[in-house]
């Protein structure tokens, strides 16, 4: 995660108006403003796999699947993120406006610049999300997942998956096999 060309400390609320004026997203933590950098082709083929069988399964049931364009707030004044695929069932939620505020599931794909920040930092501040159930992280470079799901306040269990695994995602009452997220997935091989 990049940090912007800095335009100073901003409010919650400045964050808000200014980057709706601007040609790319932004992350925003406490203050903090993160431009968005693009991903790989393995990065986007896994968050479009992910998109595409949720939005499948998901197709008749009152339940919104997002992309990445849909920014989440982990509480009204921040921090926002742009997650690869976020799900919300909750009837609070506006059915307009810019921002997802009570998603059951949140999905981020790993990269080698991202994947601390998305373990700690963001899991942290997702977790903060009461209607938030499951947190999955997906590998970019190796068929891997780890799912977390919330078992309490503040107490998560995580679940590792490999190679031919099905993940079960209970907050949609699905399962979701390795060898759906990465279809057509070619990892870049070491020169």
Same mark, same amino acid.
């Given at each position: 995660m990049a940090l912007s060309k800095d335009?100073? *400390?901003?409010?919650? &609320?400045?964050?808000?108006?200014?980057?709706?004026?601007?040609?790319? $997203?932004?992350?925003?933590?406490?203050?903090?403003?993160? @431009?968005?950098?693009g991903g790989s082709k393995s990065h986007n083929?896994?968050?479009?796999?992910?998109?595409? #069988?949720?939005? +499948?399964?998901?197709?008749?049931?009152?339940?919104?699947?997002?992309? @990445?364009?849909?920014?989440?707030?982990?509480?009204?004044?921040? *921090?926002?993120?742009? *997650?690869?695929?976020?799900?919300?069932?909750?009837?609070?939620?506006?059915?307009?406006?810019?921002?997802? /505020?009570?998603?059951?599931?949140?999905? &981020?794909?790993?990269? $080698?610049?991202? #994947?601390?920040?998305?373990? @700690?930092? $963001?899991?942290?501040?997702?977790?903060?999300?009461?209607?938030?159930?499951?947190?999955?992280?997906?590998? @970019?470079?190796?068929?891997? #997942?780890?799912?977390?799901?919330?078992? +309490?306040?503040?107490?998560? /269990?995580? /679940?590792?998956?490999?190679?031919?695994?099905?993940?079960?995602?209970?907050?949609?009452?699905?399962?979701?096999?390795?060898?759906?997220?990465?279809? $057509?997935?070619?990892?870049?091989? *070491?020169?």
């Open positions: 335009p100073g *400390p901003m409010s919650p &609320e400045q964050f808000l108006r200014w980057e709706r004026e601007q040609p790319q $997203k932004y992350e925003y933590r406490y203050g903090r403003i993160f @431009s968005m950098a083929l896994i968050a479009v796999n992910v998109t595409a #069988a949720v939005h +499948g399964h998901l197709i008749d049931s009152l339940c919104r699947v997002f992309n @990445s364009d849909q920014k989440v707030a982990c509480s009204p004044a921040g *921090p926002f993120y742009y *997650p690869e695929v976020s799900v919300s069932c909750d009837d609070r939620e506006e059915p307009t406006g810019y921002m997802l /505020q009570y998603p059951c599931l949140i999905v &981020e794909v790993l990269s $080698k610049n991202t #994947a601390e920040f998305d373990r @700690s930092v $963001k899991f942290r501040d997702y977790g903060k999300i009461e209607t938030l159930q499951e947190y999955l992280l997906l590998d @970019s470079q190796v068929v891997a #997942a780890s799912l977390y799901r919330r078992q +309490g306040i503040n107490l998560w /269990q995580v /679940q590792l998956f490999e190679e031919a695994e099905v993940l079960h995602l209970d907050s949609i009452a699905m399962e979701l096999p390795l060898r759906t997220i990465y279809s $057509k997935v070619i990892f870049n091989q *070491p020169v």
